[in-house]
């Protein structure tokens, strides 16, 4: 390989690193931003918007690797199962905190009377959607990680279970992706 081009390479590398970091950390600032909103369920909207934000994020980049596995492309199979078992633990924190975070939307005065009163379909149908397809990424994951820590390396002689580990990955993202956008949704029209 001629230095021209390993050099372009590794500055692309650079650079996608740079910009992935960049975006996550304001990312994570913005959802930072929730402990110190006026509320007394700050803390809660805190830890779910972090646990949300890095699962999208872990997610995301997950997908770029359940790309390699669906094609064949020869991927690290040892650091996937720790990346995907961090993103399936990261996902239940996500599903744990929305649910501590829900007795308040719930509750008495919550935002759900005040959806109900202003944008009733909003709440009979994305809440109800948003509430279910939130908790099926974090299965989906767990079932993957499964697979990789079950099979160790002999997965790499099963080219069925590695597509299979992919389309779970590609559905997790998925979920995540619909669940984070009916959240901020929620959050825009009533913030708990």
């Known amino acids: 390989m001629p230095t021209d081009q390993y050099l372009q390479g590794q500055l692309a590398k650079f650079l996608v690193r740079t910009q992935a970091i960049t975006a996550l950390c304001i990312l994570l600032a913005l959802a930072g931003l929730d402990f110190f909103f006026p509320t007394n369920y700050?803390?809660?909207?805190?830890?779910?918007?972090?646990?949300?934000?890095?699962?999208?994020?872990?997610?995301?980049?997950?997908?770029?690797?359940a790309?390699?596995?669906?094609?064949?492309?020869?991927?690290?199979?040892?650091?996937?199962?720790?990346?995907?078992l961090g993103a399936t633990a990261i996902n239940f924190l996500g599903a744990l905190s929305g649910n501590w975070i829900y007795m308040r939307y719930r509750g008495q005065d919550g935002?759900?009377?005040?959806?109900?009163?202003?944008?009733?379909?909003?709440?009979?149908?994305?809440?109800?959607?948003?509430?279910?397809?939130?908790?099926?990424?974090?299965?989906?994951m767990l079932?993957?990680?499964?697979?990789?820590?079950?099979?160790?390396?002999?997965?790499?002689?099963?080219?069925?279970?590695?597509?299979?580990?992919?389309?779970?990955?590609?559905?997790?993202?998925?979920f995540l992706l619909l669940g984070f956008v009916a959240g901020l949704t929620l959050a825009k029209l009533r913030f708990v």
């Open 42 to 65: 700050h803390l809660q909207a805190g830890i779910h918007g972090i646990s949300s934000i890095s699962a999208l994020v872990l997610g995301t980049y997950l997908t770029h690797r």
């Open 111 to 140: 935002p759900k009377d005040w959806i109900l009163a202003n944008v009733p379909a909003f709440h009979n149908y994305l809440m109800e959607f948003k509430e279910f397809v939130s908790l099926f990424p974090f299965p989906l």
């Open 143 to 174: 079932a993957g990680s499964f697979i990789l820590f079950y099979y160790g390396d002999a997965i790499r002689e099963r080219r069925d279970l590695t597509q299979l580990v992919g389309i779970l990955i590609l559905l997790a993202w998925l």
């Open 67 to 84: 790309y390699a596995l669906i094609r064949g492309v020869h991927i690290n199979f040892h650091s996937l199962r720790y990346w995907l």
